[in-house]
């Protein structure tokens, strides 16, 4: 019988389901020497916040199979040393939505009518009726930054309190919003002209300081700014001279970029602030849900009965993994390079397979290329089994098209994009079967090697235009590792794809965007590479 062990406090109902099939050992409080002393063990590890399963840890677990994080995130877990072990490693992201979405509703309606801050002054024996005079939802306008799961759950909320709700989210198509009773508006439209934000996106390197100096500055002065996403993506500082400021009127923060934050952190000694230990997924309930959902997905892995969950690509069987690996990595790769250079939520995605793969099962290839195309709106929360759930749940059509021709490569694929604002192709192949190339953007044919950051521009087809990008990345200390150039015809659009040392900033763009022959340019980042 294979062995399971339960670290940190997971609910019991989490545990009867494990302890059905399998032995189980729970553990609240582990230390690492311990860990690494008996991890090996066992077959799976189920943790929730409290422990760190760390590469040192993993490098000991060479009998785990699987390794389950009790929740959204798996910062605690080292996915690439797992991975390189050949450890499943799997999250539960839909128990804990319902719960997250009434704490920040909560925290919302805290700011408002000043209910933590009447309660302290009641618990001391003062009563000031005046002091604390709060506003109505009724009415006002709600702007919300991520309308996924919890998002959408917002939504439906707020609307309950006749507030008006707009979202921004890339990644949800007009439709999408309007069946919730949403409007879809530019991001900085949800700065200048709400009265509530709130935030639902996860913490990745696009989202990263996402509300900030600028961002906070187009926010009227009777703006509520909520946070119980992740902590990092608003710059605590920017916010803590906006509120002293009085530049806008409050916000409710459950996360933080470090938790728990410093003693002397300023947010806390502010008054027009309320501030949450992280409780968003802190429900009787979230917490029965996650474990449930956890200890289902380990259950059903180590019984061979599916594999739902999983944030790496170790799931798959090593001769299965052997033969799509390449492709995977291609589609990945297109999705993401797609996702960067598209304006507009996607309404739908065909993806043409032709020549040696009209006879290959392609929807893992698809799966990875939405996992890539979706990667900056869901971050780690994506993956190859949870991406199809993840396009229908933003109303994306998805349509796979196999042809046996061979056009100019013997095997290759064609991503086309529509969005509400346009409609975007990429064609991608693999030079013997390993080597990565994008061959097609738009009508322009190319051949770029895919790196990790990379400069994409379309201009006017005149003279000049190459060594002006030359000379703006060498002033800029960007240095050129490779440059790919094409066009349609003589004299109308160019394409030049520029692999790069380094990212290439906003003001580097910007300097680029003064120049008239230019039609866009836009920085692409490619994880994977």
Known sequence: MDKILVLDKLAKEGVKVLE??????????????????????????????????????????????????????????????ATKKGI????????NTISTCEHAFAMMMSLSRNIPQAHITMKEGVWEKSKFKGVELHSKRLGIIGLGRIGSEFAKRALSFSMKVFAYDPYISEEKA??????????????????????????TEETKDLVSEKELAMMKPNCFLINCARGGIVNEKALYSAL????????????????PPEKDNPLLKLDNIVLTPHLGASTDEAQISVAIEMAECVRDVLKGKGIRNVVNFSSLEPEIYAK?????????????????IIAGGVKKVSIVYAGELFNTKTELLTASLLKGLLHIALGGEVNFINAYSYARERGIEVEEIKVMQVKEYVNAIEVRVQTDQETRVIEGTLFGNKEMRLVRIDESYI????STYMLVASNKDTPGVIGMLGTILGNSNVNI???????????????TIINVDSKPSEELIKKIMTDKRMIFAKPVHLPNI
């Open 20 to 81: 059905k099939d399998f032995a189980v050992d729970y553990v609240e409080k582990i230390s690492p020497e311990e860990l690494k002393k008996t991890i090996n063990n066992y077959a799976a590890v189920i943790v929730r916040s409290q422990t760190q399963l760390s590469k040192d840890i993993i490098e000991q677990a060479a009998k785990v199979r699987v390794m389950g994080r009790a929740g959204v995130g798996v910062d605690n877990i080292d996915v690439e040393a």
């Open 88 to 95: 499943i490693v799997m999250n539960a992201p839909g128990g």
């Open 178 to 203: 309007k069946s919730l009773g949403v409007s879809k508006v530019p991001l900085e439209e949800i700065f200048k002209n709400s009265d509530y934000i709130t935030i639902h996106l996860p913490l």
């Open 244 to 259: 002293k400021e009085k530049r806008i009127k409050g916000a409710a923060f459950d996360v933080f970029s470090k938790e």
């Open 324 to 340: 799509f690996a390449p492709y995977s990595n291609l589609c990945e790769t297109m999705g993401h390079f797609m996702s960067q």
């Open 447 to 450: 051949e770029v090697i895919p």
């Open 481 to 495: 590792a490779n440059m790919s150039v094409g066009r349609t015809t003589k004299g109308a659009t160019a394409l």
